[in-house]
């Protein structure tokens, strides 16, 4: 009896374990007898229940994950009222970038600026070692002095002293060849005249006078040349003295042969040579008075108008010379063509340059310009005149205004971009070449648009696209994204105020089923 009526209990204890605890069960006898045993199995059914239990919190959460529509994150959107600007990183040039060199080719001696440095137009920046073209410029300095100097001595014609010279010469050339043609016919007279005792005393009184004057004109020579080196007579006056000396050196010779002739006789061959020596005589003073005539004819006629023609002619090639020589040392200097900043130098001094080298990079900083790289799609909310503020990490704290003033010309076929450019209002002192700046354009002001994060932009259907969860799905709706304000990336297209919009939206299938997530607004 007693067995039996715990039998009830336990049964009922294997179909509802939850109604006991294991303490309870404990004090029940088991049917058998045997306590322990009892009490091990009830413990075994508690851990299979267990178990259990654990694979079906698994599968909901496998159903929930797998099964259930991903849960995606979401913004209620709406229209708000802001200044819509278009934000870009920009670069600062100057209004004209030059890269200069020099045309001729030499070695760098010196460079007197350093990138950064602030130039006036014309300021000496590199210079080449030249001295080889200044000694040639020097060279055809001379050159052009000395055919100026002859131009003006041949248009001015000749001096009353080159003239009185000339006429002096043509005196002498007359009067020394015609003593000489008389003595040569004296001589020949005497010869066929024969010797007599008187003749021969007479000759020798003639060799006597003839050497005194001889003296007396080599005196007179010497007593002309002090006078003359003094300066108290003209040149001309040594010429005529020199000349009778000549003339009187000659009479002598020419008595002393007639003396001697007298003296010993003459022979057939000597009457011969006396014809010939009056034949030479003759001819010698036709010579030399023709050359003497010529010559003071020439002074004369001058300035002749084709040796003028000549000179200046040679003073021009003296001068185009000049030009040349001049122009090569001036290009061993490179100067600024115009005021601006030094970019770059890419050259060092002791090396060897050409023409075409690119030695410095020079930009005009008085007009600078900021070039910044924007979208193709941006060129819809940008026009000529907008504003800008810009800044630069380089200068913390500083900014200034700035406007756009070019839209560009020629799209950027593999980039999709295309480079637009902005000239600050004001002077900015700060600025320097290539200077990274951040420019944000005002592309609109107060105006009430759809604003929206920029991770809910995606891409469908070739073309920019939000997912607006409409009856548990996200519907792509194809939009039009303008310029990035404050409050996110202004749109337009479909999308109206409190649509939800997925955040995240590059991580989530188009049109797929999702479940909103709770928190998100």
């Given at each position: 009896?007693?067995?039996?009526?715990l039998?009830?209990?336990?049964?009922?204890a294997?179909?509802?374990?939850?109604?006991?605890?294991?303490?309870?069960?404990?004090q029940?006898?088991?049917?058998?007898?045997?306590?322990?045993?009892?009490?091990?199995?009830?413990?075994?059914?508690?851990?299979?229940?267990?178990?259990?239990?654990?694979?079906?919190?698994?599968?909901?959460?496998?159903?929930?994950?797998?099964?259930?529509?991903?849960?995606?994150?979401?913004?209620?959107v709406?229209?708000?009222?802001?200044?819509?600007?278009?934000?870009?990183?920009?670069?600062?040039?100057?209004?004209?970038?030059v890269?200069?060199?020099?045309?001729?080719s030499?070695?760098?001696r010196?460079?007197?600026?350093?990138?950064?440095?602030?130039?006036?137009?014309?300021?000496?920046?590199?210079?080449?070692?030249?001295?080889?073209?200044?000694?040639?410029?020097?060279?055809?300095?001379?050159?052009?002095?000395?055919?100026?100097?002859?131009?003006?001595?041949?248009?001015?014609?000749?001096?009353?002293?080159?003239?009185?010279?000339?006429?002096a010469?043509?005196?002498?050339?007359?009067?020394?060849?015609?003593?000489?043609?008389?003595?040569?016919?004296?001589?020949?007279?005497?010869?066929?005249?024969?010797?007599?005792?008187?003749?021969?005393?007479?000759?020798?009184?003639?060799?006597?006078?003839?050497?005194?004057?001889?003296?007396?004109?080599?005196?007179?020579?010497?007593?002309?040349?002090?006078?003359?080196?003094?300066?108290?007579?003209a040149?001309?006056?040594?010429?005529?003295a020199?000349a009778?000396?000549?003339?009187?050196?000659?009479?002598?010779?020419?008595?002393?042969?007639?003396l001697?002739?007298?003296?010993?006789?003459?022979?057939?061959?000597?009457?011969?040579?006396?014809?010939?020596?009056?034949?030479?005589?003759?001819?010698?003073?036709?010579?030399?008075?023709?050359?003497?005539?010529?010559?003071?004819?020439?002074?004369?006629?001058?300035?002749?108008?084709?040796?003028?023609i000549?000179?200046?002619?040679?003073v021009?090639?003296?001068?185009?010379?000049?030009?040349?020589?001049?122009?090569?040392?001036?290009?061993?200097?490179?100067?600024?063509?115009?005021?601006?900043?030094?970019?770059?130098?890419a050259?060092?001094?002791?090396?060897?340059?050409?023409?075409?080298d690119?030695?410095?990079?020079?930009?005009?900083?008085?007009?600078?310009?900021?070039?910044?790289?924007?979208?193709?799609?941006?060129?819809?909310?940008?026009?000529?005149?907008?504003?800008?503020?810009?800044?630069?990490?380089?200068?913390?704290?500083?900014?200034?205004?700035?406007?756009?003033?070019?839209?560009?010309?020629?799209?950027?076929?593999?980039?999709?971009?295309?480079t637009?450019?902005?000239?600050?209002?004001s002077?900015?002192?700060?600025?320097r070449?290539?200077?990274?700046?951040?420019?944000n354009?005002?592309?609109?002001?107060?105006?009430?648009?759809?604003?929206?994060?920029p991770?809910?932009?995606?891409?469908?259907?070739?073309?920019?696209?939000?997912?607006?969860?409409?009856?548990?799905?996200?519907?792509?709706?194809?939009?039009?994204?303008?310029?990035?304000?404050?409050?996110?990336?202004?749109?337009?297209?479909?999308?109206?105020?409190?649509?939800?919009?997925v955040?995240?939206a590059?991580?989530?299938?188009?049109?797929?089923?999702?479940?909103?997530?709770?928190?998100?607004?």
């Amino acid at each position: 009896m007693a067995g039996s009526s715990l039998r009830e209990p336990c049964d009922a204890a294997d179909r509802r374990i939850g109604y006991f605890d294991e303490d309870d069960l404990a004090q029940v006898p088991h049917p058998s007898g045997g306590r322990e045993a009892w009490t091990s199995r009830i413990r075994r059914h508690w851990r299979t229940l267990a178990k259990l239990a654990a694979l079906a919190v698994v599968g909901i959460v496998i159903y929930r994950y797998v099964a259930a529509p991903p849960v995606v994150r979401v913004i209620a959107v709406e229209s708000v009222i802001a200044t819509q600007t278009l934000g870009a990183t920009g670069k600062v040039r100057g209004a004209r970038v030059v890269e200069l060199g020099v045309d001729t080719s030499g070695i760098v001696r010196g460079i007197y600026v350093h990138e950064g440095d602030t130039v006036r137009a014309g300021q000496l920046m590199l210079s080449l070692d030249r001295s080889e073209a200044a000694e040639r410029a020097a060279a055809a300095q001379a050159t052009v002095q000395s055919a100026l100097a002859e131009a003006a001595k041949t248009a001015k014609g000749p001096l009353a002293s080159e003239i009185a010279r000339a006429r002096a010469e043509l005196t002498q050339a007359i009067t020394v060849g015609q003593a000489r043609v008389d003595a040569a016919q004296a001589k020949l007279r005497n010869l066929m005249a024969g010797t007599r005792p008187q003749e021969i005393a007479a000759a020798k009184a003639e060799l006597q006078s003839r050497q005194e004057i001889l003296t007396k004109a080599q005196k007179d020579y010497q007593r002309t040349q002090k006078l003359v080196e003094q300066g108290a007579i003209a040149r001309a006056n040594l010429d005529a003295a020199v000349a009778d000396v000549q003339t009187a050196e000659s009479a002598l010779i020419s008595q002393q042969q007639h003396l001697s002739l007298l003296q010993e006789g003459a022979t057939i061959n000597e009457l011969a040579e006396a014809k010939a020596e009056i034949a030479g005589a003759a001819a010698t003073r036709d010579t030399s008075t023709r050359a003497a005539r010529e010559a003071l004819n020439t002074l004369l006629a001058n300035p002749r108008p084709e040796d003028v023609i000549s000179a200046r002619a040679k003073v021009d090639e003296a001068r185009a010379q000049l030009r040349q020589a001049q122009d090569v040392t001036a290009k061993s200097d490179l100067r600024a063509p115009f005021d601006g900043v030094v970019a770059h130098v890419a050259v060092e001094a002791g090396r060897a340059v050409s023409p075409g080298d690119k030695l410095i990079s020079f930009q005009e900083m008085g007009r600078p310009i900021i070039e910044v790289e924007t979208d193709e799609g941006n060129l819809n909310d940008l026009h000529i005149g907008q504003a800008a503020t810009v800044t630069s990490d380089a200068y913390p704290g500083q900014s200034f205004k700035a406007a756009l003033t070019d839209l560009g010309s020629q799209v950027n076929s593999d980039r999709g971009t295309i480079t637009i450019k902005l000239s600050p209002t004001s002077s900015v002192p700060w600025l320097r070449p290539d200077l990274t700046v951040d420019v944000n354009i005002i592309t609109r002001r107060s105006a009430r648009s759809i604003m929206v994060p920029p991770d809910t932009l995606t891409r469908y259907a070739g073309h920019t696209a939000v997912l607006v969860v409409r009856d548990d799905k996200a519907v792509p709706i194809r939009v039009t994204a303008g310029a990035i304000g404050e409050a996110g990336v202004a749109i337009i297209g479909g999308v109206k105020d409190g649509d939800l919009v997925v955040r995240l939206a590059s991580q989530v299938q188009p049109n797929a089923e999702v479940s909103v997530g709770t928190g998100d607004s």
